[in-house]
RNA sequence: GGGCGGGUAGCUCAGUUGGGAGAGCGCUGGCCUUACAAGCCAGAUGUCACAGGUUCAAGCCCUGUUCCGCCUACCA
């Protein structure tokens, strides 16, 4: 069984190896005969808009870490992948991709344009899988799904149709965020709010009677154009006289009221408003209430439109400079003041976006939100951390109706109709043959997509195969086990999935949500190319190898703390890798003669007894880490046992017994052991580190991968032997041995003494049974203290002249006669 | 405005029910000791943000202050 290996590990050969060894041997898919508990994790899926970035990398390698484990653990293990059509930014791709061609969509039409996407869907997707099959990650490869595959898209109409019906889906008139340049709605999450500096302009509009003139503030002059009131507080007694009188609106002489409404903050500006129904929310509902007029004075691309009289044409910002202008030649611009207020952005194109009125469909939420909100109260869905559970109630309990209509090409259809004759709204699966109330029969179909978010929010059951199910078996995967995700997607995706399985599964999608950091870089900054610090896991894993990287991130995940993610980190990882490497070639160097033993058949030390209860602390330690997703603390447990206990004092502690021939049955208990740890080292560094491991394992089990090997045990009789509740002291005893033999290093180092050269020690202590323990690991402490001549006396002994140390009661002496100790100055 | 998280060794961070201040990297000194120089041995380094309080005992619990980050809001 001897093997020469190379003195360090080369992952590249390595990790194609046993990607393609684990593909071959159908190691992924879940066993359909194995009668075990179901676990089963469904990706979030990753968006087609290119390749992956490190979090993806962190995102992934948590759930193969979780994955691979319940594999090891003996349940039957599904890991579901597919990816995300991500409408608005895939399209966003693509749009740029033509603009290279001097092309727009509208050039292509809707109908070339959707192929292209679908095209670029093929190559961003081939990259993303290998991408991630290059990370190791051991997911079915077999139930690939897509958001907008045949399957999904069926569920996405059923669905869809299902809620109009229960009135929980209409379409309405209603003030939206609109991006002008992606000329489509957004829903409330996808507008990015940012501090800006900006000003606050004070506007005075004359009384039309001629009493004079009221102050509005605003940071928006240009929308005055669309003003239809200026609203004040009801209680203000400064305007109360003035409520229902006319205004004149500067420049453009229109006849506007003052109304009362107690949304004015009196003490903000002037503590009266102007009122813009078409292009403020707050105006909007304002206008609603007060039954005002709105006038859009906007396109969508955020230019002025006709109703803007003169400044039709002119972008919104360079309307705004000319009003101003115009304003303060009239007299009717006040003041200015420098004022901060943030304003919202798209989310996709970082476009400011323009608050619009439009027909929209919209879901309503409270009713879909209650259950959901329960499922996390009662504990059917645990956070983890549970810290978000706070944030979840936050919105959850503030949630607005949420508008899923978009009006870009890449994405699901709505499946509604208008009646060309009666405008009928026709909301079904098939296309209609009839209109129901006129009967007429040609229909005009609605254009606008869904949002992506409202296919993701069903993911957990339609990948599984709902609404058709065409594997039976798949269905016992639902309600699944975990999910993985990170915070930023909590609303758009997490409680979405809540809402929509507990509604159409009648069941929670997910018992678990752990949810994870972002990356950073090393100062704690966010990566980003304008950066130049975006560490891409292509790189990383070219140059560190993917173990490396892998056990970087896990090393690296605490719960409620961002990831610093360094490349010194990474090195420091990658040694450890390199060190199992070794520590493994070490011990398949010294297998001459090797046979698998029982225990009762060896003569075990107290050396063997200690690393075998080290072992069992950390099986234990690791597991229940893992149980509690605490990936931090598996990665830092194994690297701490392995490295600093096995290889630091095990290995060498057993070193003489290795190499010497004589006494066979002490090789054949030091073979075993370093055997016996090294195994269950592997399997449990398995899920973090899969390639290095199985190259290993399989030097030890030829064509047997440790992917299927069973998870250590530590009810196994090997890891009972040594209990440190019963008498047996010998684990203790060991630990007292290295605190010794760590003090005459000390020694030696104090008094310079070359490593190579071997001294006299004397040590003395007080009881008969302490000497008999010293002596009893004599042999211990003259191997690795490079002692030759030790002696060991009860009481206080007549120690020579030397230099002394003392540890738990034991004195020690170096005896410095005969040392040449001139270098020492 | 509201909420959450965080300020621990030069850097990045652990510290699970209060009792020993820790790891990795970096740094210093010594070693090619027959697995590993991507290594081995030894070492230095801290008013645990600040101020009070509870306690025999506080990095950990309570109160206040301050700085940083994030989330959220109808900041005209």
Not at 266 to 283: M, Y
Not at 671 to 700: G, R
């Given at each position: 069984m001897k093997q020469n290996l190379p003195t360090t590990y080369e992952p590249k050969t390595t990790e194609a190896k046993w990607y393609k060894y684990w593909l071959q041997k159908g190691l992924f898919a879940p066993n359909p005969s194995l009668k075990a508990e179901h676990y089963c994790i469904v990706i979030p899926p990753p968006n087609v808009t290119g390749s992956l970035h490190i979090g993806h990398a962190l995102n992934n390698t948590l759930q193969d870490i979780l994955i691979r484990t319940k594999r090891m653990q003996g349940f039957n293990v599904l890991w579901v992948f597919g990816m995300d059509h991500a409408g608005i930014a895939t399209q966003n791709v693509v749009e740029r991709q033509l603009a290279q061609e001097n092309l727009s969509r509208n050039d292509l039409g809707r109908k070339e344009f959707v192929k292209r996407v679908w095209r670029w869907k093929q190559e961003s997707g081939d990259a993303i899988v290998n991408q991630l099959k290059r990370l190791g990650v051991s997911c079915d490869w077999s139930r690939e799904r897509f958001t907008m595959d045949e399957g999904l898209s069926r569920a996405v109409k059923k669905v869809f149709v299902q809620l109009y019906g229960e009135g929980l889906i209409y379409r309405g008139h209603y003030i939206i965020n609109w991006c002008p340049r992606c000329h489509t709605a957004l829903s409330d999450l996808e507008v990015e709010y940012h501090e800006l500096d900006g000003h606050l302009y004070y506007l005075k509009y004359p009384l039309a009677d001629g009493s004079g003139k009221l102050t509005v503030a605003t940071?928006?002059?240009?929308?005055m154009l669309g003003d239809t009131a200026v609203a004040v507080h009801?209680?203000?007694?400064?305007f109360s006289h003035l409520i229902g009188k006319q205004l004149v609106l500067p420049i453009v002489g229109r006849y506007i009221p003052i109304i009362a409404d107690s949304?004015?903050?009196?003490?903000?500006?002037?503590g009266s408003v102007k009122v813009t129904p078409a292009h403020d929310l707050n105006d909007f509902e304002m206008g609603i209430r007060h039954n005002l007029q709105q006038i859009v004075v906007m396109d969508s691309d955020a230019k002025m439109n006709e109703?803007?009289?003169?400044?039709?044409?002119?972008?919104r910002l360079e309307c705004r400079k000319k009003i101003l202008n115009e304003l303060q030649d009239g007299g009717f611009l006040d003041k200015i003041e420098d004022y901060k207020h943030s304003v919202g952005h798209c989310y996709r194109c970082k476009t400011i976006i323009e608050p619009a009125v439009s027909d929209q469909w919209f879901v309503k939420m409270k009713p879909l939100a209650e259950p959901a909100i329960s499922a996390i109260r009662q504990g059917e869905i645990e956070l983890v951390?549970?810290?978000?559970e706070n944030t979840y109630y936050d919105w959850m309990d503030n949630i607005r109706d949420w508008c899923?209509?978009?009006?870009?090409?890449?994405?699901?259809?709505?499946p509604a109709w208008y009646?060309?004759?009666?405008k009928q709204v026709i909301v079904q699966e098939e296309d209609p043959a009839?209109?129901?109330?006129?009967?007429?029969t040609t229909f005009k179909p609605e254009t606008d997509v869904l949002d992506t978010w409202f296919s993701s929010a069903l993911w957990p059951f339609t990948t599984l195969g709902?609404?058709?199910?065409?594997?039976?078996?798949?269905?016992?995967?639902?309600?699944?086990?975990v999910l993985v995700t990170g915070f930023d997607i909590l609303f758009f995706w997490v409680a979405r999935m809540i809402m929509m399985g507990l509604k159409?599964?009648?069941?929670?999608?997910?018992r678990r949500v752990y949810i994870h950091a972002l990356v950073r870089d090393e100062h704690g900054k966010k990566m980003s190319k304008s950066k130049g610090n975006v560490i891409d896991p292509l790189d990383t894993m070219e140059a560190y190898g993917t173990d490396a990287f892998r056990f970087s991130l896990t090393a690296l995940t605490t719960q409620g703390r961002d990831i610093c993610l360094s490349e010194k980190r990474i090195e420091g990882y990658r040694n450890f890798i390199n060190k199992i490497w070794n520590a493994s070639r070490f011990c398949l160097m010294n297998l001459e003669g090797y046979q698998a033993q029982d225990i009762a058949a060896l003569k075990l030390e107290p050396a063997d007894k200690w690393i075998i209860d080290k072992l069992k602390q950390t099986i234990i330690g690791v597991s229940d880490a893992i149980e509690k997703h605490e990936f931090s603390r598996v990665a830092l447990g194994l690297y701490q046992f392995f490295w600093?206990?096995?290889?630091?004092?095990y290995l060498e502690l057993a070193k003489p017994r290795l190499y010497q021939a004589d006494d066979q049955i002490a090789r054949t208990t030091a073979q075993n052991i370093i055997i016996k740890v090294l195994e269950n080292s592997l399997k449990m560094l398995h899920p973090i580190i899969p390639f290095v491991t199985e190259e290993i394992w399989q030097k030890l089990?030829?064509?047997?991968?440790?992917?299927?090997a069973k998870w250590p045990d530590v009810q196994e009789e090997w890891l009972s032997?040594?209990?440190?509740?019963?008498?047996?002291n010998d684990c203790k005893n060991m630990g007292h041995i290295i605190l010794i033999i760590e003090e005459i290093r000390r020694i030696r180092t104090m008094l310079n003494i070359s490593p190579a050269k071997r001294i006299k020690v004397h040590l003395a202590v007080q009881g008969i049974q302490a000497v008999n323990m010293l002596k009893q690991n004599s042999a211990y402490i003259e191997n690795l203290g490079k002692v030759d001549c030790l002696s060991i006396a009860q009481?206080?002994?007549?120690?020579?002249h030397g230099a002394t140390g003392l540890v738990d009661g034991v004195n020690i002496c170096v005896d410095i006669l005969g040392l040449d100790l001139t270098q020492e100055e």
């Amino acid at each position: 069984m001897k093997q020469n290996l190379p003195t360090t590990y080369e992952p590249k050969t390595t990790e194609a190896k046993w990607y393609k060894y684990w593909l071959q041997k159908g190691l992924f898919a879940p066993n359909p005969s194995l009668k075990a508990e179901h676990y089963c994790i469904v990706i979030p899926p990753p968006n087609v808009t290119g390749s992956l970035h490190i979090g993806h990398a962190l995102n992934n390698t948590l759930q193969d870490i979780l994955i691979r484990t319940k594999r090891m653990q003996g349940f039957n293990v599904l890991w579901v992948f597919g990816m995300d059509h991500a409408g608005i930014a895939t399209q966003n791709v693509v749009e740029r991709q033509l603009a290279q061609e001097n092309l727009s969509r509208n050039d292509l039409g809707r109908k070339e344009f959707v192929k292209r996407v679908w095209r670029w869907k093929q190559e961003s997707g081939d990259a993303i899988v290998n991408q991630l099959k290059r990370l190791g990650v051991s997911c079915d490869w077999s139930r690939e799904r897509f958001t907008m595959d045949e399957g999904l898209s069926r569920a996405v109409k059923k669905v869809f149709v299902q809620l109009y019906g229960e009135g929980l889906i209409y379409r309405g008139h209603y003030i939206i965020n609109w991006c002008p340049r992606c000329h489509t709605a957004l829903s409330d999450l996808e507008v990015e709010y940012h501090e800006l500096d900006g000003h606050l302009y004070y506007l005075k509009y004359p009384l039309a009677d001629g009493s004079g003139k009221l102050t509005v503030a605003t940071t928006r002059p240009e929308t005055m154009l669309g003003d239809t009131a200026v609203a004040v507080h009801p209680k203000d007694k400064r305007f109360s006289h003035l409520i229902g009188k006319q205004l004149v609106l500067p420049i453009v002489g229109r006849y506007i009221p003052i109304i009362a409404d107690s949304f004015v903050t009196p003490e903000f500006g002037t503590g009266s408003v102007k009122v813009t129904p078409a292009h403020d929310l707050n105006d909007f509902e304002m206008g609603i209430r007060h039954n005002l007029q709105q006038i859009v004075v906007m396109d969508s691309d955020a230019k002025m439109n006709e109703r803007a009289g003169k400044y039709a044409g002119m972008d919104r910002l360079e309307c705004r400079k000319k009003i101003l202008n115009e304003l303060q030649d009239g007299g009717f611009l006040d003041k200015i003041e420098d004022y901060k207020h943030s304003v919202g952005h798209c989310y996709r194109c970082k476009t400011i976006i323009e608050p619009a009125v439009s027909d929209q469909w919209f879901v309503k939420m409270k009713p879909l939100a209650e259950p959901a909100i329960s499922a996390i109260r009662q504990g059917e869905i645990e956070l983890v951390p549970k810290q978000w559970e706070n944030t979840y109630y936050d919105w959850m309990d503030n949630i607005r109706d949420w508008c899923v209509s978009r009006q870009i090409w890449w994405g699901h259809r709505i499946p509604a109709w208008y009646c060309e004759k009666c405008k009928q709204v026709i909301v079904q699966e098939e296309d209609p043959a009839l209109c129901p109330s006129c009967s007429n029969t040609t229909f005009k179909p609605e254009t606008d997509v869904l949002d992506t978010w409202f296919s993701s929010a069903l993911w957990p059951f339609t990948t599984l195969g709902w609404p058709d199910w065409p594997e039976e078996s798949l269905k016992s995967f639902y309600p699944t086990s975990v999910l993985v995700t990170g915070f930023d997607i909590l609303f758009f995706w997490v409680a979405r999935m809540i809402m929509m399985g507990l509604k159409f599964m009648d069941d929670i999608p997910f018992r678990r949500v752990y949810i994870h950091a972002l990356v950073r870089d090393e100062h704690g900054k966010k990566m980003s190319k304008s950066k130049g610090n975006v560490i891409d896991p292509l790189d990383t894993m070219e140059a560190y190898g993917t173990d490396a990287f892998r056990f970087s991130l896990t090393a690296l995940t605490t719960q409620g703390r961002d990831i610093c993610l360094s490349e010194k980190r990474i090195e420091g990882y990658r040694n450890f890798i390199n060190k199992i490497w070794n520590a493994s070639r070490f011990c398949l160097m010294n297998l001459e003669g090797y046979q698998a033993q029982d225990i009762a058949a060896l003569k075990l030390e107290p050396a063997d007894k200690w690393i075998i209860d080290k072992l069992k602390q950390t099986i234990i330690g690791v597991s229940d880490a893992i149980e509690k997703h605490e990936f931090s603390r598996v990665a830092l447990g194994l690297y701490q046992f392995f490295w600093h206990e096995f290889c630091d004092w095990y290995l060498e502690l057993a070193k003489p017994r290795l190499y010497q021939a004589d006494d066979q049955i002490a090789r054949t208990t030091a073979q075993n052991i370093i055997i016996k740890v090294l195994e269950n080292s592997l399997k449990m560094l398995h899920p973090i580190i899969p390639f290095v491991t199985e190259e290993i394992w399989q030097k030890l089990h030829p064509d047997e991968s440790i992917m299927v090997a069973k998870w250590p045990d530590v009810q196994e009789e090997w890891l009972s032997l040594c209990d440190t509740d019963k008498s047996d002291n010998d684990c203790k005893n060991m630990g007292h041995i290295i605190l010794i033999i760590e003090e005459i290093r000390r020694i030696r180092t104090m008094l310079n003494i070359s490593p190579a050269k071997r001294i006299k020690v004397h040590l003395a202590v007080q009881g008969i049974q302490a000497v008999n323990m010293l002596k009893q690991n004599s042999a211990y402490i003259e191997n690795l203290g490079k002692v030759d001549c030790l002696s060991i006396a009860q009481g206080e002994g007549k120690l020579p002249h030397g230099a002394t140390g003392l540890v738990d009661g034991v004195n020690i002496c170096v005896d410095i006669l005969g040392l040449d100790l001139t270098q020492e100055e």
